[in-house]
């Protein structure tokens, strides 16, 4: 009995142990992360430095100019109040440049930012009236951002401060004009470059129910938009060409990679003390679309996040799963279309290497490698997962949804642009067409969502207004559009108003978080002490004899006799 008393003993003491170093490390930043639609193990710890996707492409409606659009948070729900979705203002966000094929950043452009509250304890809105302006006083929470950008390794310089986050969109009564909203939240800097930061209508368009056995087993469960009705956070970066071109001379060197990356400050957690340092760390990685969400092995995928490009090439069995893909093999398996002989060396030039003849792939082509620019050392490229453009191939008026697949060079993977069909054109990358060059007609028709829900806008930053209405009454109101912004049924699809150029941001006043930790430590200690009370507690009922002389047994007859088998 003792000996059961001291196990018993134990068993709650590890699971306080376990209360008190939840409630500690929920004191300070967390340190998980993943990207690209909460698809690593830990990514539901922290969705705010989520990213969902990358997109790069040339400006179709600006030559010499490059757009680069980076999208968080994923699944925001239009509803989701009195709180939304604000960027975190303890993380770094980063879109990253390789121009010469080291797979190391030549060029970082970087937002970090900062929350303007004025609620304080007097209510919980987030707006206490129509806000019709980005300086709205209606508008009690806010946030603005600093822009910072390196190049070739050299400091950080501060190119903007206190610039305006677009808000998140309350709805048509609290936001009569939103698409007025987003046009004051575009910042024109000089040098010509254009910046964005605030929610958007999700761009990313497939059918999740690939997960469901490959659409059902039977290609029957396809055709529904799986992220149709909810927004994302968006930064994004129009620049010239040369500002991100090797030697500032894209004609000679027109290919770059780019790739987002979030960071947090590193936190040290002792036996006493929980300390947030000013060390940064990588938590969130995102280059092409769908690597780490079905390339890469669960097991890996937190890691894969954390991980710089120039390290990919060291990773075997990363290497190993582009080389040798599950999907294929799944495919093979469900639907008989016989997988493609491996290794896959053009999967390695697709995501890898980009599309080369100097690296000795299969496909022959030179599309949109950096090997491909004329002043990079071929002796100091290291293939690397990113997304990889070549500026020198201009936009097409009419783009084909299947990119290089189809015919169009411009489209994925040679960048990415928000019209591409990504999840269509993967699926018949790692069916080998690549190398074929022929569609597989078996998989012809994809996942069934061939364009995203909403129309996107004509110039910078091209995204579409984030939706209003709930996603789970099947009647999402989608975007309005300037006009009919105040109607009882707005139409769910309008491409946002002619973006207007601002050359200086809004000057807001910048916010002290130091209320907020002490709210947060508070609560963490309170969560422990209850925490500590409810294990005491059991532990002492436990120990308490009933008549008849036996434990009490806190748990149902079905409880104690396994663990639960029902559905969640």
């Given at each position: 009995m003792r000996s059961t008393r001291t196990r018993r003993r134990g068993t709650a003491l590890a699971a306080l142990g376990l209360a008190l170093a939840a409630g500690v490390a929920g004191l300070g930043p967390s340190g998980a992360g993943a990207s690209s639609h909460r698809e690593a193990p830990l990514i539901a710890a922290d969705p705010a430095v989520d990213n969902t996707d990358v997109y790069a492409f040339a400006s179709p409606d600006r030559p010499g100019y490059a757009t680069f659009v980076a999208n968080f948070i994923p699944f925001e729900e239009p509803n989701g109040g009195p709180n939304f979705y604000p960027f975190a203002t303890d993380a770094v966000y980063n879109i990253n440049i390789d121009n010469n094929g080291d797979a190391r950043p030549d060029v970082v452009y970087r937002w970090t930012f900062h929350n303007v509250d004025k609620r304080g304890g007097s209510t919980f809105l987030y707006n206490n009236g129509p806000v019709t302006s980005i300086a709205d006083e209606n508008l009690l929470f806010r946030q603005t951002y600093t822009l910072q950008a390196s190049f070739n390794g050299g400091p950080f310089q501060t190119r903007v401060s206190n610039a305006p986050v677009a808000p998140s969109r309350v709805g048509p009564a609290s936001m009569p004009d939103y698409a007025k909203l987003r046009n004051q939240a575009v910042?024109?800097?000089?040098?010509?470059?254009?910046?964005?930061?605030?929610?958007?209508?999700?761009?990313?368009?497939?059918?999740?129910?690939?997960?469901?056995?490959?659409?059902?087993?039977?290609?029957?469960?396809?055709?529904?938009?799986?992220?149709?009705?909810?927004?994302?956070?968006?930064?994004?970066?129009?620049?010239?060409?040369?500002?991100?071109?090797?030697?500032?001379?894209?004609?000679?060197?027109?290919?770059?990679?780019?790739?987002?990356?979030?960071?947090?400050?590193?936190?040290?957690?002792?036996?006493?003390?929980?300390?947030?340092?000013?060390?940064?760390?990588?938590?969130?990685?995102?280059?092409?679309?769908?690597?780490?969400?079905?390339?890469?092995?669960?097991?890996?995928?937190?890691?894969?996040?954390?991980?710089?490009?120039?390290?990919?090439?060291?990773?075997?069995?990363?290497?190993?799963?582009?080389?040798?893909?599950?999907?294929?093999?799944?495919?093979?398996?469900?639907?008989?279309?016989?997988?493609?002989?491996?290794?896959?060396?053009?999967?390695?030039?697709?995501?890898?290497?980009?599309?080369?003849?100097?690296?000795?792939?299969?496909?022959?082509?030179?599309?949109?490698?950096?090997?491909?620019?004329?002043?990079?050392?071929?002796?100091?490229?290291?293939?690397?997962?990113?997304?990889?453009?070549?500026?020198?191939?201009?936009?097409?008026?009419?783009?084909?949804?299947?990119?290089?697949?189809?015919?169009?060079?411009?489209?994925?993977?040679?960048?990415?642009?928000?019209?591409?069909?990504?999840?269509?054109?993967?699926?018949?990358?790692?069916?080998?067409?690549?190398?074929?060059?022929?569609?597989?007609?078996?998989?012809?028709?994809?996942?069934?969502?061939?364009?995203?829900?909403?129309?996107?806008?004509?110039?910078?930053?091209?995204?579409?207004?984030?939706?209003?209405?709930?996603?789970?009454?099947?009647?999402?109101?989608?975007?309005?559009?300037?006009?009919?912004?105040?109607?009882?049924?707005?139409?769910?699809?309008?491409?946002?108003?002619?973006?207007?150029?601002?050359?200086?941001p809004v000057a807001n006043s910048s916010h002290d978080d130091t209320m907020n930790a002490v709210i947060t430590a508070t609560l963490g200690a309170v969560a422990v002490a209850l925490a500590a009370l409810l294990i005491v507690g059991w532990l002492m009922r436990r120990r308490r004899p009933t008549a008849a002389g036996t434990p009490q047994n806190p748990l149902p007859p079905s409880a104690a006799s396994g663990p639960d088998k029902s559905p969640a």
């Amino acid at each position: 009995m003792r000996s059961t008393r001291t196990r018993r003993r134990g068993t709650a003491l590890a699971a306080l142990g376990l209360a008190l170093a939840a409630g500690v490390a929920g004191l300070g930043p967390s340190g998980a992360g993943a990207s690209s639609h909460r698809e690593a193990p830990l990514i539901a710890a922290d969705p705010a430095v989520d990213n969902t996707d990358v997109y790069a492409f040339a400006s179709p409606d600006r030559p010499g100019y490059a757009t680069f659009v980076a999208n968080f948070i994923p699944f925001e729900e239009p509803n989701g109040g009195p709180n939304f979705y604000p960027f975190a203002t303890d993380a770094v966000y980063n879109i990253n440049i390789d121009n010469n094929g080291d797979a190391r950043p030549d060029v970082v452009y970087r937002w970090t930012f900062h929350n303007v509250d004025k609620r304080g304890g007097s209510t919980f809105l987030y707006n206490n009236g129509p806000v019709t302006s980005i300086a709205d006083e209606n508008l009690l929470f806010r946030q603005t951002y600093t822009l910072q950008a390196s190049f070739n390794g050299g400091p950080f310089q501060t190119r903007v401060s206190n610039a305006p986050v677009a808000p998140s969109r309350v709805g048509p009564a609290s936001m009569p004009d939103y698409a007025k909203l987003r046009n004051q939240a575009v910042t024109t800097l000089p040098g010509g470059w254009k910046i964005f930061a605030g929610q958007a209508d999700d761009p990313f368009f497939l059918d999740l129910r690939v997960f469901d056995l490959l659409y059902g087993g039977n290609l029957k469960e396809v055709g529904q938009d799986t992220l149709g009705g909810y927004n994302v956070n968006t930064i994004a970066i129009q620049v010239p060409f040369k500002d991100v071109a090797l030697n500032a001379d894209a004609k000679r060197n027109p290919v770059i990679g780019t790739w987002s990356t979030a960071e947090r400050p590193r936190v040290r957690i002792t036996g006493k003390t929980t300390t947030s340092t000013k060390d940064l760390v990588q938590v969130s990685r995102l280059g092409n679309p769908l690597v780490n969400e079905v390339v890469v092995p669960s097991g890996l995928k937190d890691a894969f996040n954390a991980l710089p490009p120039d390290k990919d090439a060291s990773v075997a069995p990363v290497v190993a799963r582009v080389k040798d893909p599950e999907v294929p093999k799944l495919i093979q398996g469900i639907y008989g279309v016989k997988a493609p002989a491996t290794p896959r060396n053009d999967l390695v030039e697709i995501f890898l290497t980009g599309i080369t003849t100097k690296a000795g792939g299969p496909i022959k082509a030179d599309l949109n490698s950096q090997l491909n620019n004329a002043d990079v050392n071929p002796s100091a490229f290291r293939p690397s997962e990113m997304l990889r453009l070549n500026l020198s191939v201009k936009p097409t008026a009419k783009p084909n949804r299947l990119g290089v697949l189809g015919g169009d060079l411009q489209g994925f993977p040679d960048g990415r642009r928000l019209t591409d069909d990504v999840v269509d054109i993967e699926l018949q990358a790692l069916e080998g067409a690549a190398q074929t060059g022929k569609l597989v007609s078996a998989l012809a028709a994809g996942d069934g969502v061939n364009a995203n829900d909403h129309a996107f806008g004509t110039s910078f930053p091209y995204i579409a207004l984030p939706n209003v209405g709930a996603v789970n009454n099947g009647t999402s109101a989608g975007n309005l559009s300037q006009s009919s912004a105040a109607a009882v049924t707005p139409p769910r699809s309008a491409p946002p108003a002619e973006q207007s150029v601002r050359t200086a941001p809004v000057a807001n006043s910048s916010h002290d978080d130091t209320m907020n930790a002490v709210i947060t430590a508070t609560l963490g200690a309170v969560a422990v002490a209850l925490a500590a009370l409810l294990i005491v507690g059991w532990l002492m009922r436990r120990r308490r004899p009933t008549a008849a002389g036996t434990p009490q047994n806190p748990l149902p007859p079905s409880a104690a006799s396994g663990p639960d088998k029902s559905p969640a």
